[in-house]
């Protein structure tokens, strides 16, 4: 992950400095407080004050040179829109305007003129947009208190409101802009290898490489079994004897399953060849410079390279776990979705329509691997596959869910003009039951009946597959599409 480059400045109105002594140093230390706050999440890059047109020419050109992902504009007090539109005609970086009042109540017998203006923050927003909007550029607002956690020495009233709910929803908004800023930064330095094909067949998860760089910016690097293959060569006992310690760390290892089969006690050869592979994929990242992977191999029937795919699971899991996210079948923008859940920090796991419980109201989401372990409700099993269904050869899978609580599922999909699109639904992970045939399952309840939901979701014509992330994470998601210039849809 690479964090967002932030730019931040404050408004005012020049004038205003000689007529009330102290104002201007007041919102200085404002913009001060954003700044240490807004660092917690991303570089920040502040101009301090921007107060005439003048001025707001040269920070376009500093933000530039910075090249900012995102600008901040703290409207401090009254400004007029002259001296902050030029700003952003020069650099073309998203904006967010924040309206952050820093009393939750102004001391209306006490309050002198000077005092008024450190806190009419509101006054010029609306100016702001109505140039922007004449001007063809984009803007997004934050309206809410400061919260600072001290009341400066020359308030007149109380400024300590760090724990009032409009500080609070406000500062979650703008840790949403600043962490979605953060995503395109990463994917447009971001390699995605692309190993084998897509699972014949699947006509929605084929899509154009120039199409996914064209809107996303990252590489897609294509890679060949005999890539792989000849990295396994190259893998040492001690290596495979240190795989096999990490996956004892993260896996419990299953027995039989007590229902299916085809689901036993992974052998000592499964477990062997699976850190055998798994060495040799960790190769495979490292030598290509990865940072996310789709696959799919079919594999003669009892060919080396059948015998290689079936040992994926275990070590795409694993790099999955540590900001490699990988997806199964061959779906590149499945892999982008899951991504974009590692980047922001919420995990994001391989996911599509497993079962619906019509007694619980919840539908079981899961695939047959990889898994995202650092969201598992407890140690994920390993199962030894007999084989993989509608796959070719055997090997060890995953059986988990993820951890209980709110979840969010983010789609990445294809419209029919060749646009990405994302698919955004929120719900609750449950402790219901699962299977244990050596897939992961989680049963979610959405906020509808699983018919009503599932007819809403498929009218928006998904990839079937989605990337399932912890937390409630629709407005961070949104924002992510809107500074990507990709449409989204909330369910």
Known sequence: MKKARIGLYSVGLRAYWDQFPGLRERLIEYGAFIERQVSAWAEVYNYGLVDTEGEGRKAGEWFNERNVDLVLCHAATYSTSSTVLPLHQINKAPVVFLNLQPTERINYNHTTTGEWLAHCGACPVPEFANSFNRAGIPFRVVNGLLGLDYTPAVSLTNETTCERKEAIRAWREIEEWVRAASVPRTLQHSRFGFL????????????????????????????????????????TPSEVAAKLDEVHRMFEISGDSPSDPIAKKPTEEQMEWSCRVA?????????????????????????????LQGGFIVGHSLLTARGIPCSGEGDLKTAVAMKICDIVGTGGSFSEIVVVDYVDETILLGHDGPFHIAISDGKPLLRGMGLYHGKQGTGVSVEAKVKSG???????????????????????????????????????????HPDEFMEQWFMEAPTHHCAMSIGHNASLFRKVGELMGIKSVTL
């Not at 014949?200 to 690097?221: C, K, N, P, R």
């Not at 190769?283 to 015998?307: I, M």
């Open 279 to 307: 060495a040799a994929q960790e190769k495979l990242v490292r030598e290509f410079n990865l940072d996310a992977l789709s696959y799919y191999y079919h594999g003669a029937p009892g060919g080396e390279y059948e015998k």
């Open 406 to 448: 709110p979840v969010t599922t983010l789609n990445v999909t294809q419209t029919g003009d060749g646009k990405l699109k994302l698919i955004i639904s929120e719900g609750e992970s449950t402790i219901g039951p699962i299977m244990r045939i050596g897939n992961t399952q989680t049963p979610v309840k959405f906020r509808k």
């Open 196 to 235: 084998g094909n897509t699972y014949s067949g699947m006509l929605d998860m084929y899509s154009d490489f120039t199409m996914i760089q064209a809107q996303t910016g990252l590489h897609v690097e294509v890679l060949e079994m005999c890539d792989l293959n000849r990295l396994l060569q190259e893998v």
